[in-house]
């Protein structure tokens, strides 16, 4: 309870003094990262916040909402951003498959420092939804992003007209899974390249990534892998 407390001091410090609304999605936006949606309790959050358990019920109704709501507000400017590079891209005429997935991946590892996109809390918050099997974190998820990546599905698809959709769909879930480990920046492969190799430094990262993703996409499709079925031990 003590980072709760300290946390709560500094919200009291804060210049201006926050309003009550917004010093409960603070507090749960660190809470939510640190310790995963399921985990954290409405008795913490308002603690964390510095109110009373009335002041959460009528602000939000329900700590799902909360989440919901610290989510649109800062998903949305990314969602924005990656739909407003994307038009920059020409995408009658045999667009850049790079551009595209530089329009999708920069919004994104760029949140930690945009204070736009929530900066670090968000990041990790983000990162941690995006691993948990909660149908909670789908719906959110879901609703902040699923349209635009739609649209950046579509213009992959002009990119690649050779490739089978199905292909297509698996890759890009691919890429998601590379986005979200480098998003979440764990510190491992600093420890392993002695600090070579650092996924916080945003250009290097993009450097990296996109020529990596880029011949995952353009790669020839396998012929369908088949399914034997397992032997049942004896």
């Not at 691993?131 to 959110?140: D, F």
């Not at 959709?165 to 002695?194: C, N, P, V």
Request: proline share 5%; charged share 30%; aromatic share 8%.
């Amino acid at each position: 309870m003590a980072r709760v407390s300290a946390f709560a001091k500094s919200l009291d410090d804060a210049p201006g003094k926050l309003s009550v609304r917004q010093r409960l999605m603070d507090a749960s936006e660190q809470l939510f990262a640190e310790h995963g949606w399921n985990a954290v309790s409405i008795r913490t959050i308002v603690t964390a916040a510095g109110v009373n358990l009335a002041a959460l019920h009528y602000y939000f109704g329900s700590k799902e909402q909360l989440l919901s709501e610290i989510f649109t507000a800062r998903a949305k400017p990314i969602a924005e951003e990656r739909v407003r590079l994307l038009s920059e891209i020409d995408l009658d005429n045999a667009p850049s498959l790079e551009r595209i997935l530089e329009a999708f991946l920069r919004p994104a590892l760029t949140i930690g420092s945009d204070e736009r996109f929530g900066g670090r809390a968000f990041v990790k918050l983000r990162a941690r939804l995006a691993t948990e099997p909660e149908q909670v974190s789908r719906r959110i998820l879901s609703s902040a992003f699923d349209e635009s990546s739609r649209e950046f599905l579509e213009a992959l698809a002009r990119a690649l007209p050779d490739l089978p959709r199905e292909d297509l769909e698996w890759r890009f879930h691919f890429m998601l899974g590379t986005m979200f480990y480098t998003m979440a920046d764990a510190g491992r492969i600093q420890s392993l390249t002695g600090g070579r190799c650092d996924p916080g430094r945003v250009e290097d990262a993009l450097a990296h990534i996109i020529p990596f993703l880029a011949a995952g996409f353009r790669s020839k499709p396998d012929s369908k892998p088949t399914t034997t079925a397992r032997r049942r031990p004896r």
